[in-house]
């Protein structure tokens, strides 16, 4: 395993922790919750972000080449509708505001690997949300929100390094030929 990895699990596990005991410091919560709120946070964190960023890199190595064109995305939203009056009018607008989108998009592409951080960015926040759920954490959003935002942030950021070219390796010198004396 990287080392990079394992700092970078270190540093959520302290930077959480504090987080977590500070969004859960309060005379209302006893401070065994508000401890036991900080560790689960921080526990968490560490291991999402080493988890994070093996799907991350999975996600990226499988869409680095692919695009993805706009013009054929948006009438894939269109597919499910409903039959009523109402409906039938949404789905007018709603189809010639894709349609012009669609005009304006046609031939312009997006790297696939834009969107390759949402996969493991879903399941961290759902997973934060289920966990910090189930150990009744006082205030939740107060202690997920920056989890959610910085992996987001980290997602990016981190997809963006492994996207970058690789340096060439240098030539390596030409042994020199070697001169008898006699």
Same mark, same amino acid.
């Given at each position: 395993?990287?080392?990079?990895?394992?700092?970078?699990?270190?540093?959520?596990?302290?930077?959480?922790?504090?987080?977590?005991?500070?969004?859960?410091?309060?005379?209302?919560?006893?401070?065994?919750?508000?401890?036991?709120?900080?560790?689960?946070?921080?526990?968490? %964190?560490?291991?999402?972000?080493? /988890?994070? +960023?093996? @799907? $991350?890199? !999975? *996600?990226? &190595?499988?869409?680095?080449? %692919?695009?993805?064109?706009?013009? /054929?995305? +948006?009438? @894939? $939203?269109? !597919? *499910?509708? &409903?039959?009523?009056?109402?409906?039938?009018?949404?789905?007018?607008?709603?189809?010639?505001? $894709?349609?012009?989108?669609?005009?304006?998009?046609?031939?312009?592409?997006?790297?696939?690997?834009?969107?390759?951080?949402?996969?493991?960015?879903?399941?961290?926040?759902?997973?934060?949300?289920?966990?910090?759920?189930?150990?009744?954490?006082?205030?939740?959003?107060?202690?997920?929100?920056?989890?959610?935002?910085?992996?987001?942030?980290?997602?990016?950021?981190?997809?963006?390094?492994?996207?970058?070219?690789?340096?060439?390796?240098?030539?390596?010198?030409?042994?020199?030929?070697?001169?008898?004396?006699?």
């Amino acid at each position: 395993m990287n080392t990079r990895l394992f700092i970078s699990a270190t540093v959520a596990f302290i930077f959480y922790f504090a987080w977590s005991y500070w969004a859960n410091l309060s005379a209302e919560i006893a401070i065994e919750k508000t401890l036991q709120s900080a560790l689960v946070q921080a526990s968490y %964190s560490a291991f999402v972000t080493l /988890f994070f +960023t093996l @799907i $991350l890199e !999975k *996600v990226v &190595s499988k869409f680095e080449r %692919s695009y993805l064109s706009l013009a /054929f995305i +948006t009438p @894939i $939203l269109c !597919k *499910v509708h &409903s039959q009523t009056p109402q409906n039938k009018a949404i789905f007018r607008s709603f189809s010639y505001a $894709l349609e012009q989108s669609a005009c304006y998009f046609k031939g312009k592409q997006l790297a696939g690997v834009i969107f390759a951080p949402l996969i493991p960015l879903s399941i961290q926040s759902i997973l934060v949300i289920s966990v910090n759920l189930i150990n009744q954490t006082p205030n939740l959003w107060l202690t997920i929100a920056p989890s959610i935002f910085f992996t987001a942030l980290y997602g990016y950021s981190y997809t963006f390094t492994l996207l970058k070219p690789k340096p060439k390796p240098k030539p390596k010198p030409k042994p020199k030929p070697e001169t008898r004396r006699n």
